[in-house]
């Protein structure tokens, strides 16, 4: 069973609401690449609202999966941001 994925900002230890329900692997590497490869707490956290604000966007357009987005519903979102 897949655990929702709750992204932990480290200078504000509070937890996000889900966004979306990886695989428990899958969640491991998006936490890893959050906390691990991101070292700049400025960046993650744009970062993080980035995926948040798109999260918004994919459930709007009812995307509730996320193995069915693909780059297109990514440069649509982009798009959008640029009306």
Not at 10 to 35: D, G
Not at 41 to 55: G, I, K
Request: charged letters at 20%; zero cysteines.
């Amino acid at each position: 069973m897949a655990q929702d994925l709750v992204i932990i900002n480290s200078a504000n230890p509070t937890a996000l609401p889900a966004l979306f329900t990886p695989t428990p692997q899958a969640a491991k590497r998006i936490l890893e690449f959050f906390m691990a490869q991101i070292r700049n707490p400025n960046t993650r956290r744009d970062y993080v609202r980035a995926v948040s604000r798109f999260a918004s966007w994919r459930a709007e357009h009812g995307l509730n999966d996320l193995q069915d987005v693909e780059p297109i519903h990514v440069a649509a979102d982009i798009e959008t941001l640029l009306l």
